[in-house]
T-cell receptor, first 118, second 114 residues
């Protein structure tokens, strides 16, 4: 099992450019999440998904869009990148309300994408 | 919204000394989780606490969940250089599907001096 993978690992954008970050998981998890991590700020939730075809806003959703067309993939889009979006982005996944895994709420994180917006 | 405060922000200890980080939530939690992030790495799950007053141990690590389910602590006995990293607590609100949505503290960065 590869667990949670993220593409790309590094990216440099100019202000106004767009890009999509890809997250994939092979653990058949229902829930997926996108976080950003900035120095001294911990992890902040951008968007999350509780199942294929559904998404919801987290704590800091502005400037980002997401899609969950397939259960194993969760995409994070930046339509018009800004320097304030320079950050490390982590994707995570977890079990949902599946009977056999009831109570297991831990999140499995990908290796992260380091994004710089100039 | 829910806030999770974590102290201290930084801790420098001599190898062999003990270390404790504390986490406080503004609201009652359904569960609290702890994660460790090594320098340059990603957060890795350590443990989940669900019950009021729960105490769990993993070798030299002891985790506690407060009676009111609003605070938690992580204590490391006799730190080693392998303990270096940032420790995050993450709390989930008390509401069904929302109990999967975590609010992370800002973390405690632990440095261990050999």
């Amino acid at each position: 099992n590869a667990g949670v993978t993220q593409t790309p690992k590094f990216r440099v954008l100019k202000t106004g450019q767009s890009m999509t970050l890809l997250c994939a998981q092979d653990m058949n998890h229902e829930y997926m999440y996108w976080y950003r991590q900035d120095p001294g700020m911990g992890l902040r939730l951008i968007h999350y998904s509780v199942g294929e075809g559904t998404t919801a806003k987290g704590e800091v959703p502005d400037g980002y869009n997401v899609s969950r067309l397939k259960k194993q993939n969760f995409l994070l889009g930046l339509e018009s990148a800004a320097p304030s979006q320079t950050s490390v982005y982590f994707c995570a996944s977890s079990y949902g309300f599946q009977i056999e895994t009831s109570g297991r709420r831990e999140q499995f994180f990908g290796p992260g994408t380091r994004l710089t917006v100039l | 919204g829910q806030q999770v405060m974590q102290i201290p922000q930084y801790q420098h200890v001599q190898e062999g000394e003990d270390f404790t980080t504390y986490c406080n939530s503004s609201t009652t939690l359904s569960n609290i989780q702890w994660y460790k992030q090594r320098p340059g790495g990603h957060p890795v799950f350590l443990i989940q606490l669900v019950k009021s007053g729960e105490v769990k141990k993993q070798k030299r690590l002891t985790f506690q969940f407060g009676e009111a389910k609003k605070n938690s602590s992580l204590h490391i006995t006799a730190t080693q250089t392998t303990d270096v990293g940032t420790y995050f607590c993450a709390g989930a609100p008390y509401s069904g599907a929302g109990s999967y949505q975590l609010t992370f503290g800002k973390g405690t960065k632990l440095s261990v001096i050999p």
